[in-house]
């Protein structure tokens, strides 16, 4: 029995000695068996010690410590689990928070590498270039200045008092946001899928609001002009309303007209079929035509630079902008030669009416004035190749026909004629007390 009792009493003592054994290799020794990787940020981002590291939402590891380098950043030893290991290079590593409330409720967050790369060994580096740090809301608020703060501070006890009471209908309204927000993460997600495009996208509208600023005094004058004009449309509003009223039978009219021309185009076409050889003919003018283009463009060019060059008065636009407006001048009454006169467009009507009484008093001597400036030109002679062989001549037609007739000073208009049997070319009496002229002074013939 009592070897038998000693026996046990060592067959016991070396279970425990086991047990102790094994137990501290569990408990002490196997922090040298995980996969660790230390990652190194900016700052720690509240993390502590035991804060999970994820991927995905998924739980993969553990933090295990926390260090401060020389330079003032952090470094922090995640250890993962065997099933997600090893890390790739390329993996990136983020401080995220579980919530906005809260203190240790921070977590580290691995993005895996979409293509595999080199494998980061045990106790490996994931530099700084490939971390990011959360940022608290204590940050977000310490970049605005102590007004801007108040200002936010005065928008939310606003937007309390505005929802005091009435919490129930705005969640009610909130609902209805549902389907715009959802809407608008459908968009966001679209743009983000074809980053290139949207990069593009947003640098040449980048180029296209540069542009607009280099040019923004060009731009004000259009807008000037622009509201200029719209002022001028609605001034005429009447005007307009009525030009609309006309358009629509004016664009019956032209669907009539429009119809008809493309049955004069049919018509057309053996024009066209016969103007094709000479077409061919026209190419070696064309090609000098178009030289004749290329060497006009500096001409062009200069010209361009006359009628509109940047700056002020010292081009062609600047030139018309100094002369009087067509108004000012046809029909406003302004200072004019020390006086306050009517425009060009009242006097000239003016004047018109004053010379009528003028004009009517000439008219009948036209035809008198006509033949004379018939008979002026020329001598009534003949003509041979040295041209007009009699330089001068003598009528005597009219002291042929009878005596001669003296002392005509009152001429009828038309009375160089003879008197028409008729009598459609006498005057009556009123007319030659009205010109001041007698009958017994017509050139030719006997008086009626």
Same mark, same amino acid.
């Given at each position: 029995?009592? %070897?038998?009792?000693?026996?046990?009493?060592?067959?016991?003592?070396? !279970?425990?000695?086991?047990?102790? =054994?094994?137990?501290?290799?569990?408990?002490?020794?196997?922090? @040298?068996?995980?996969?660790?990787?230390?990652?190194?940020?900016?700052?720690?981002?509240?993390? +502590?010690?035991?804060?999970?590291?994820?991927?995905?939402?998924?739980?993969?590891?553990? +933090?295990?410590?926390?260090?401060?380098?020389?330079?003032?950043?952090?470094?922090?030893?995640?250890?993962?689990?065997?099933?997600?290991?090893?890390?790739?290079?390329?993996?990136?590593?983020?401080?995220? /928070?579980?919530?906005?409330?809260?203190?240790?409720?921070?977590?580290?967050?691995?993005?895996?590498?979409?293509?595999?790369?080199?494998?980061?060994?045990?106790?490996?580096?994931?530099?700084?270039?490939?971390?990011? =740090?959360?940022?608290?809301?204590?940050?977000?608020?310490?970049?605005?200045? $102590?007004?801007?703060?108040?200002?936010?501070?005065?928008?939310?006890?606003?937007?309390?008092?505005?929802?005091?009471?009435?919490?129930? /209908?705005?969640?009610?309204?909130?609902?209805?946001?549902? $389907?715009?927000?959802?809407? %608008?993460?459908?968009?966001?997600?679209?743009?983000?899928?074809?980053?290139?495009?949207?990069?593009?996208?947003?640098?040449?509208?980048?180029?296209? +609001?540069?542009?607009?600023?280099?040019?923004?005094?060009?731009? %004000?004058?259009?807008?000037?002009?622009?509201? /200029?004009?719209?002022?001028?449309?609605?001034?005429?509003?009447?005007?307009?309303?009525?030009?609309?009223?006309?358009?629509?039978?004016?664009?019956?009219?032209?669907?009539?007209?429009?119809?008809?021309?493309?049955?004069?185009?049919?018509?057309?076409?053996?024009?066209?079929? !016969?103007?094709?050889?000479?077409?061919?003919?026209?190419?070696?003018?064309?090609?000098?035509?178009?030289?004749?283009? !290329?060497? !006009?463009? $500096?001409?062009?060019?200069?010209?361009?630079?006359?009628?509109?060059?940047?700056?002020?008065?010292?081009?062609?636009?600047?030139?018309?902008?100094?002369? $009087?407006?067509?108004?000012?001048?046809?029909?406003?009454?302004?200072?004019?030669? @020390?006086? +306050?006169?009517?425009?060009?467009?009242? /006097?000239?009507?003016?004047?018109?009416?004053?010379?009528?009484?003028?004009?009517?008093?000439?008219?009948?001597?036209?035809?008198?004035?006509?033949?004379?400036?018939?008979?002026?030109?020329?001598?009534?002679?003949?003509?041979?190749?040295?041209?007009?062989?009699?330089?001068?001549?003598?009528?005597? @037609?009219?002291?042929?026909?009878?005596?001669?007739?003296?002392?005509?000073?009152?001429?009828?208009?038309?009375?160089?004629?003879?008197?028409?049997?008729?009598?459609?070319?006498?005057?009556?009496?009123?007319?030659?007390?009205?010109?001041?002229?007698?009958?017994?002074?017509?050139?030719?013939?006997?008086?009626?």
């Amino acid at each position: 029995m009592a %070897s038998v009792s000693g026996l046990g009493r060592v067959a016991a003592l070396a !279970a425990v000695i086991a047990a102790v =054994t094994l137990s501290a290799i569990v408990l002490f020794g196997g922090g @040298g068996g995980g996969y660790e990787v230390t990652a190194k940020f900016i700052n720690a981002g509240q993390i +502590v010690k035991g804060n999970p590291v994820q991927t995905g939402g998924t739980a993969i590891g553990t +933090v295990k410590d926390i260090a401060i380098t020389d330079d003032g950043q952090a470094e922090i030893k995640l250890e993962v689990d065997d099933e997600y290991t090893p890390l790739r290079e390329g993996t990136r590593a983020a401080i995220k /928070q579980l919530s906005q409330s809260g203190i240790a409720n921070r977590y580290v967050d691995l993005s895996f590498p979409p293509n595999g790369g080199k494998e980061i060994p045990d106790g490996g580096r994931i530099e700084i270039d490939k971390t990011r =740090t959360a940022v608290d809301l204590d940050q977000l608020f310490n970049t605005l200045d $102590p007004e801007t703060r108040k200002a936010l501070q005065g928008f939310v006890k606003g937007n309390a008092r505005q929802f005091r009471g009435t919490g129930a /209908q705005a969640n009610e309204a909130f609902e209805y946001l549902n $389907p715009a927000l959802a809407t %608008s993460s459908r968009l966001f997600n679209e743009l983000n899928r074809d980053k290139p495009v949207l990069e593009r996208f947003l640098v040449d509208s980048s180029r296209l +609001v540069t542009a607009l600023a280099e040019r923004r005094d060009e731009l %004000s004058g259009l807008i000037g002009n622009l509201n /200029q004009t719209t002022r001028a449309l609605g001034n005429r509003k009447g005007a307009l309303a009525d030009s609309i009223e006309r358009l629509p039978p004016f664009m019956r009219r032209a669907n009539t007209t429009f119809v008809n021309l493309r049955a004069a185009l049919d018509d057309v076409d053996p024009l066209v079929d !016969a103007a094709e050889p000479v077409a061919e003919r026209l190419n070696p003018f064309l090609g000098q035509a178009r030289r004749f283009a !290329a060497d !006009a463009e $500096p001409t062009v060019a200069d010209l361009r630079a006359a009628v509109r060059r940047p700056g002020k008065d010292n081009d062609l636009i600047g030139l018309l902008n100094t002369v $009087p407006a067509l108004t000012d001048i046809a029909v406003e009454d302004k200072q004019r030669n @020390g006086k +306050v006169r009517p425009g060009a467009f009242p /006097q000239s009507a003016g004047a018109f009416k004053d010379a009528a009484p003028i004009i009517g008093e000439a008219r009948p001597y036209t035809t008198d004035f006509l033949g004379w400036l018939d008979d002026f030109s020329t001598t009534g002679g003949g003509f041979d190749a040295l041209g007009a062989y009699a330089r001068a001549f003598i009528g005597f @037609g009219e002291n042929l026909r009878g005596p001669a007739k003296s002392k005509q000073f009152k001429r009828c208009p038309g009375h160089a004629e003879e008197a028409a049997p008729d009598g459609s070319n006498l005057l009556s009496e009123e007319e030659r007390r009205r010109l001041d002229c007698e009958e017994s002074a017509r050139a030719t013939g006997n008086v009626p």
